[in-house]
C-alpha cells in the first residue's frame, strides 16, 4: 500500500479475459479500499500496450520486470489460462499477493505445484469465480435441481 496515499498497489498481469474491464472499474473507483495499476504485463505486446494505455501506465513485455521494477502489493491475473501457473509462481516466488482467475490450471500437479509456492512464500490467494453467486444460475440450479 502506497502509505502517501493509501492506494492499494497492484501489478495487472494480463488483459486476456473478456471480463477484465468490466470489473477493473468497480475496483479503481472504490472509496474505501483504492486501488491503483502500476504496470500491465501481457504475452501479447498489442493487447498489453492497448490496456495499458487505457489505464495510464506502462506496459512491460517481461514477466520479471514487471514484478520486480514495478511497485505493488499484489497482481492481479487475467492472462491466458495457460499462463495462470506461471504468473501464480514467479508472482509468489516474489512475495506478491495473488488474485487469479479461474482455473489456476487442469492439472491437479500443476495446481498442487502453484499452491504449494504460494504457501512456502506466505503470499495470499484468491481464485475467482464471481459467477457462482450470479441469480441466473442460481435460477437455472433451482430448474434443473
Known amino acids: 500500500m502506497d502509505k502517501k496515499n493509501k492506494k492499494i498497489r497492484l501489478a495487472l498481469l494480463g488483459c486476456w479475459h473478456v471480463h477484465t474491464f468490466m470489473y477493473l472499474p468497480l475496483l479503481l473507483e472504490d472509496p474505501k479500499n483504492p486501488v491503483e495499476f502500476t504496470v500491465v504485463w501481457d504475452e501479447d505486446a498489442g493487447r498489453g500496450q492497448d ?32 499462463s495462470h501457473k506461471k504468473a501464480v509462481l514467479c508472482a509468489a516466488a516474489r512475495k506478491k499477493h495473488i488474485f487469479c482467475e479461474k482455473p489456476i490450471h487442469t492439472d491437479i500437479s500443476k495446481i498442487k505445484e502453484a499452491l504449494a509456492a504460494v504457501e512456502e512464500n506466505g503470499v495470499k490467494l484468491q481464485v475467482g469465480f464471481v459467477r457462482r453467486f450470479d441469480k441466473s444460475h442460481k435460477g437455472v440450479r433451482d430448474v434443473v435441481a
Open 51 to 82: 490496456a495499458a494505455k487505457r489505464l495510464g501506465i506502462p506496459f512491460e513485455p517481461d514477466l520479471e520486470k514487471a514484478l520486480t521494477d514495478y511497485e505493488s502489493l499484489g497482481v492481479i491475473i487475467q492472462c491466458a489460462t495457460t
